[in-house]
């Protein structure tokens, strides 16, 4: 499979009106305190949206409420995989992208064979607090190497700049959270991502 290059991350479904009709064509809901109802509200009018718009949406986390609702796109933690049913989201036929900060974990991801492999923070990042230190833009090119043909997604610190240096360096996916989602103008943010990502989307490349 092969992802778009620019891979926002939204943390209410609120945004999406405002950034889908920007071109968006790969999108993470990434919810964190909300009650359930709230949650399943959430996750079922993104994935409406994201549908309407052809976008592909990725639910953080809360697989099983990913299964209730028809998706087809679940991101786990290191820490949401201890507990998560991998053959059940894989039995329901969901696709699985897998978060990595070391080698350990890179070769505990593996192990499920998963739709994609996340390597961060590439940069430092304030979106949380880290117990990794910043990867850099070598270790991107060293995550590639050792996920061949698996896609490999960037994520921490990322700007437009930054993001064409990871694709350079062989990532598939640039995420980003809080540059464009607490930029001062959020869609003209959005729209430098798009441009700078333009030589890396799908549709610029071989099948």
Do not use: F
């Given at each position: 499979m092969r992802l778009d290059p620019f891979y926002l991350i939204i943390d209410d479904v609120g945004w999406l009106p405002r950034l889908l009709p920007?071109?968006?064509?790969?999108?993470?809901?990434?919810?964190?305190?909300?009650?359930?109802d709230e949650l399943r509200d959430?996750?079922?009018?993104?994935?409406?949206?994201?549908a309407?718009?052809?976008?592909?949406?990725?639910?953080?986390?809360?697989?099983?409420?990913?299964?209730?609702?028809?998706?087809d796109f679940v991101h786990l933690g290191q820490e949401?995989?201890?507990?998560?049913?991998?053959?059940?989201?894989?039995r329901h036929g969901l696709r699985l992208?897998?978060?990595?900060?070391?080698e350990a974990e890179l070769d505990r991801a593996l192990s499920h064979a998963p739709d994609y492999v996340a390597l961060g923070p590439v940069y430092p990042t304030i979106l949380k607090a880290m117990a990794w230190a910043p990867q850099g833009v070598a270790r991107v090119t060293e995550w590639k190497r050792r996920v061949?043909?698996?896609p490999l997604v960037a994520i921490g610190g990322l700007t437009p700049e930054r993001g064409r240096l990871v694709l350079e360096a062989g990532?598939?996916?640039?995420?980003?959270?809080?540059?464009?989602?607490?930029?001062a103008d959020p869609e003209a943010r959005a729209r430098e991502w798009i441009t700078a990502t333009a030589p890396w989307r799908p549709d610029r490349l071989d099948p």
């Open positions: 920007l071109g968006l064509g790969l999108v993470q809901l990434r919810i964190k305190d909300r009650p359930e959430q996750i079922a009018v993104a994935r409406d949206l994201c309407e718009a052809g976008a592909t949406l990725i639910v953080n986390d809360y697989w099983r409420l990913a299964i209730d609702a028809g998706c949401d995989l201890d507990s998560a049913d991998v053959a059940a989201i894989r992208g897998l978060s990595t900060h070391d061949g043909a698996t990532a598939d996916s640039a995420a980003v959270v809080t540059d464009v989602l607490r930029h």
